[in-house]
């Protein structure tokens, strides 16, 4: 079932905020150019010939690609603690916010303006009865949408949709969950922090923020 819309403002006033590489978006790494060339030439758009309709097609190919090519940790029971988006890539294997680090990579390598969105979930087994969920958001027809290339499962059906939300989870404020309305260029500093300092096994994300500041 398709979510509400939910309108999402830019943290940072920087346009170039939401184009450019950085530590963990490096969309500039060899293997990420390579595969947006393959996923552009799907399209038979030229790199610098590129219009919204071949911007929407190539955002569609690179969220699905990252929803389904790429493992989600919890759903394989691997923790790769991988969060840049080259390792993600690398590895196959990812947490929602490395997958979503990827997706905005690989939009970012082709002139897309993208970022990062968050929701608080409830979820009875984290150690105060909430996670962090990340997912991504583009500019895309004169406005963010937000995108979750999450990884589908039974109970989970997130799809590549601009205009009506659909995400992996619908937040419930009468259980405590928030919708952030927001779009980061970069992860928080306490989210990065905590990102950089898991490493591999089911232990990694133990100590990651479940809420916003």
Request: hydrophobic residues 40%.
């Amino acid at each position: 079932m398709a979510a509400k819309y939910l309108f999402v403002t830019p943290t940072s006033e920087r346009v170039e905020d939401y184009y450019d590489a950085d530590e963990v978006i490096d969309f500039e790494h060899p293997a990420i150019e390579a595969l947006a060339d393959r996923l552009q030439r799907r399209f038979g758009d030229s790199h610098d010939q590129y219009d919204e309709v071949g911007d929407i097609g190539f955002a569609q190919a690179a969220f699905t690609f990252v929803r389904d090519g790429i493992a989600h940790s919890a759903d394989v029971d691997d923790y790769s603690a991988a969060y840049r988006a080259s390792d993600v890539l690398r590895l196959r294997n990812a947490i929602c916010f490395g997958k979503a680090h990827l997706l905005t990579a690989l939009l970012r390598a082709r002139d897309i303006a993208t970022g990062l969105c968050y929701q608080r979930i409830a979820d009875a087994g984290s150690r105060d009865g909430f996670v962090l969920h990340g997912l991504g958001a583009t500019r895309l027809s004169g406005r963010w949408s937000r995108l979750d290339p999450r990884g589908n499962k039974p109970g989970v059906d997130a799809q590549f949709e601009l205009y009506d939300e659909r995400l992996a989870w619908t937040v419930d404020p009468a259980q405590g969950e928030i919708d952030y309305p927001y779009v980061h260029p970069s992860p928080p500093p306490g989210l990065l922090a905590a990102l950089r300092a898991a490493r591999p096994g089911p232990d990694a994300y133990a100590h990651l923020p479940t809420g916003l500041a």
